[in-house]
């Protein structure tokens, strides 16, 4: 296995273990923005900041205003006066749509994830917009 390969498999596994962090019940998903082999942030789904840590409603249903781990590692990287321009995205599930936008816009140039969402179009944005995008399946990254 490549050196970067194997690099890969393992920042995609420490955002998984950042998953953990997560207070949502139905899934918890981990971010990390690398670049030059750095952390610059992370992420994992879940409240705004001062809001209660719970994801769901009574019918198990997510509210409106959870924020997906993507969101969160790269508003984080925005309050720390670092950027992300050329960097690459390590996230447990694949990017839906608007995370997909704000991937864009961030200047990231790689998206490594582990685990196919039922829904295809954040990725299919992502290539669109000529960024790399790599299925590094979990259950085979453990």
Known sequence: MSKG?????????????????????????????VKDKMIISDGYNGTPSGFENVCEDENNVTKPYVLHAEANAITKIARSGNNSEGSTLYVTDSPCIECAKLIIQAGIKRVVYGREYRLKDGVELLRKAGIEVTLMPLEQNQ
Do not use: F, H, P, T
């Not at 690099?7 to 971010?31: F, P």
């Open 5 to 33: 390969k194997e690099l890969d498999m393992r920042y995609l596994r420490m955002a998984l273990i950042w998953s953990e962090n997560s207070y949502c019940l139905r899934r918890q998903v981990g971010a990390l923005v």
